[in-house]
């Protein structure tokens, strides 16, 4: 298991040595969604594909 510092030099380390300081940022930022998505599904806290679809067409109201 990496530690949180070890997977943030991965993803910097993996991108490209003239990205910029918002690039990596967000590389970053998405990766750490990846990971709470992840977690959120492992422990059960999702909602259907139909309560989904209910909740951003109330956004559209």
Do not use: V
């Not at 590389?27 to 599904?41: H, P």
């Amino acid at each position: 298991m990496n530690t949180t510092k070890e997977t943030m030099l991965k993803i910097i380390e993996s991108q490209p040595d003239d990205s910029t300081y918002d690039e990596i940022l967000r590389e970053l930022a998405f990766a750490r969604m990846i990971e709470r998505g992840i977690a959120d599904s492992e422990n059960g806290r999702t909602i259907s594909s139909q309560e989904m679809k209910q909740r951003i067409e109330s956004w559209q109201e």
